[in-house]
């Protein structure tokens, strides 16, 4: 365990400050803006044919009186809109798109008109039960939603300096806090999916008004005290409930009320929900210097990432309440890993690594984002993953087999439950903010992606220019522009997969390893910067053979190939079919192919053994056959990069021997 | 592809022809006599407390006009009686029980007086449902429940000489015969669960009346014509269903309707349906000379057995629909395998050994009986499994994880589909009919099972003893007592487990190999034989390693240790937790190990490594660290064995370095 203090914390980078220009993070960005956001937008307006429908825009509309009809879609389809709003904020961050702007303030006019005079916005309610606000908040979603259109508001008033969103969610912030507290009269509850907590921080940090912290907190507090709020709520309202079998009411591991927030120490129940719930106890930890609460999250993300995470970044094994599982249970072929709940993992481990300053967090961070994130959407950006297996066979899939259910083989276009595509879209399009921060005369180099940052260290403007082929190479170069000479540190990551194994140049000149500081993961280079200073970082990238935890019973065995941040997979379309009969010898050779294809990926080839069936007697059983192996070839493309060929079998665990 | 003909079949020895007195056996034999069906009686009766509820008994006397009340259980539970009765008819015909014949009178007293006029006999139909007899034959198997009565009603007049069931089941089957056919009025259906063919031969055996025989051909040769009969019935009675969510009239490949039954060349849909019409269509086969409906048999044969069957002899792989699954789809864990499939797997091959005179029947179904289903049954007879996994991780079974929720660690006390325990009991109780076989001048022998048997052989009475230690040792003793003089064969069944290794002495002086004639897996010693000859058998028992096929995903890298005819398993109780840790190196030392425990047993010690949790460094994924093994010892017991010692892991594939 981590002992980390709650004391200093460092800042990222805005997004306003950093352009990104990079051979493979561009390419998603672009399609961010050019054709995710636009694609959703129109499946939020129901006007994509193939896709399933969401009603969400038009649920505003029947609430603001534009339009008549129904609510259509989930209790929470609200938050798609507000998710979308909060991506298209980002995008105007970062370059202005008037087009753009002019849709965006137009559904905000929308939502404005459809808020009620007390400041409550909720279109399922308002316009499906108006008078049950607040009965059911185990599984209703309500502050869920109210946390997404917060963090819509803050977003598109720093993007865009307008107000009226911004207005729009202090109107309901300050609404909600008259209903929830300890103070008699207010209802002492908190929401079935959290959100809000994270949310209010930001409403908090945009606004500099405290309440919205101390909201926060008190959400955060009041989980998980007896008696249940929850049971309590179901037994107010005669035991009905929203998601019948679901149990969402009365299985308090599901939504982490089972205890105190600050007394769990193990993740259980939603994967989103607890690392949600995690990211607003580090913001909250951080601003009020709560000790206790930040070991509670250090205790957390320790079970988490020593336990029960994929080597993908994937969390939450399980399709049974989309949940954790017992520690070190990571099946791979029914396994669930929602890319929402990676996204939500890298939200809380971008807080702890602004709290903690260390660079475990942002290992993670790469780890989820580069491997289950970006496997979550096609390369066409109109197909999404919700579940993201590490071994599929599309025969079990399609089969009767109900255990597979959930699994797809290859990537859906739009969900009925469509959290993951507006979550992808957000996290993409704030990307600039994930890459750096600064914390007093330290400029701290989190992910390697290129582009141009303008950042303030010790009084300084600072022009970073980063420029690398990373992922696919580890020499990055960085062009330090100080407005003037000026003394201040940068910290740069040295990741967990190099080994340790980096060299700094600076201005051509190697620093030597004995001169190298390297604190809590990161080389720190202090000195006197002088405009066009270059820093060449160069990180070890060999192919490496990854094995699990012992405790770990499906990966037994077995061995993943990894290569900086990427995790490799088998599939189909290079290796036939059958991929378990592929084993990678110990000492096997292993080298890398550059592919064209799929955004010229590179690809790995193994030396191999492959089970012959040819050989074999056709018995299903023999005790005198003996399994015969013949020396082949495997191909590993990159995890992300799978089922962009059509259906087939898939695995990143292969037998080793 | 085997290639049999349909023309002579030999005949099964009778149960009172066979006295089994053997040191593995007679302990199941008193079990099933002195525990299993005294307490089934009890649990048909409602009168074991901790037990699910029955009301079998119940139903029948409220029918019969004798109680008042309300019919209660499943749509078959009429079954659950009728299998006792079977079951008792063969303790009856093995050994007098004048008591035990009173219970069993006095339940047919009251079965006869429930039956109605016209001879129908259905509790459920007769007090749920009267108006709605034949309406709904997918889902309500009237005709399955007759079938149970039926076998029951032959049995019990072979076991006692008392006609009353027998007249019972005839007026009963006259009546169906009246109802169903191809003839102008008559419906043109057939069961949702296949059983009353095998059970019209029975009837047609014992009347010798070949209407029985025809309507058993009929029902086989009508199912899967089309249109649909269950479509169309569904059609009829508005859509309603009585198991909803099962799809049962429309998922035609669930009970074998898909396609008619000489097309049919893959195993699908519910396993046991499957097993039980095989039976009755190796039976219909044999006694009408039909060729082509041999040949299906003979093809889903080796679809079963080359591609669908666990080393246990368990089949039927998912849950969903308690279903074949895809060619070598066999998972260790998420595993249905029921033990009323490998019941049934064992009827239909024990009939296509008499057509086919072929021990690869035999193999088979000692490979059932030895393992799945005597590991059904707990050591005290009141303990059943009606799911049989090759691993379990009791953490799954109890957990979130609703894959898991129909595998159970240790064995359930009588469930409320009670369709295993008196399944096992009726098995058992006629063990004796499947030890030999007599043909034209050849006595077979099929199992190694020790006791008397008087049989006929060209015209000779022959009183075979037989003595042996199997399945531990190899050595069986047979001594021959004709009684005179005679010229005869004596086929010993050389199991394929014994490579061929067998040596044959006749009082004391060994056959030459030369001189020993193998025919389909028996070797046939012809000669004069005289009272007291005595042969002595011996059968190489190795220690044996078994492979999968390659294609078998969950088998790949993994090995099963067999001998004689039982298949091992590791326990936790003898290995510790995490036997996925636990390695067999390919030429690691195995050996026996006497065992006082759980009758008597032979464990078997084997060489082992074992991956070692200690000295890895705790991180959840490693490029650095390697795994590391220790020699250690891995304690196999006999799979049929495993859950008598608590709850706790087991496996029966175990990794292969």
Known sequence: ?????????????????????????????????????????????????????????????????????????????????????EAVAYLLETRPDPDLEGIADGMIDIIELAQQDDGYVNTYFMLKEPGARWTNLAECHELYCAGHLIEAGVAYYRATGKRKLLDVVVRFADYIDSVFGTKPGKLRGYDGHQEIELALVKLYEVTGNERYLNLSAYFLNERGQKPSFFEQQLHERGGQTHFPGLNMATDLEYNQSHLPVREQDKAVGHAVRLVYMLAGMADVAARKHDQEMLDACMRLWDNIVSRQMYITGGIGSMVHGEAFSYDYDLPNDTVYAETCASIGLIFFAHRMLQTTKDAQFADVMERALYNTVIAGMSR????????????????????????YDHVKPVRQEWFGCACCPPNIARLLSSLGSYIYSVHEDTIYHHLYIGGEANLKVNGTNVVLKQESRYPWQGDIKIEVVPEKKQDFAVALRVPRWSGGNASICVNGRAIPAEQLKVVNGYA?????????????????????????????????????????????????????????????????GLSLLEEGILGGMIAIEADALRLNEETWDGALYSERELPDYRPAKAKFIPYYAWANRGEGEMRVWVREQ
Chains 1, 2 share one sequence.
């Open 1 to 85: 365990m981590h002992h980390s203090k709650a004391t200093e914390t460092m800042r990222q980078a805005h997004l306003s400050d950093v352009n990104i220009d990079d051979p493979f993070w561009s390419y998603y960005l672009d399609l961010v803006r050019n054709v995710v956001v636009p694609y959703q937008w129109e499946a939020l307006n129901d006007r994509v044919n193939s896709a399933e429908p969401s009603g969400a825009v038009a649920n505003f509309k029947i609430a603001a009186g534009m339009m008549v009809g129904e609510f259509y879609g989930m209790v929470f389809q609200d938050s798609d809109v507000a998710k979308w709003l």
């Open 380 to 403: 066409d950006g109109k197909h999404f993953f919700y579940v993201n297996p590490l071994e599929v066979n599309p025969k079990s899939c399609g089969g009767n087999n109900k255990n």
């Open 524 to 588: 720190v280079i202090q000195r006197e910067w002088s405009p066009s200073d270059v820093i060449a970082l160069s990180l070890e990238m060999p192919i490496m053979r990854v094995h699990s935890h012992p405790a770990v019973q499906a990966n037994a065995g077995k061995v993943a190939i990894q290569r900086g941040p990427l995790v490799y997979c088998l599939e189909e379309a290079d290796n036939g079919n059958h991929l378990h009969q592929l084993v990678l010898p110990k000492k096997g």
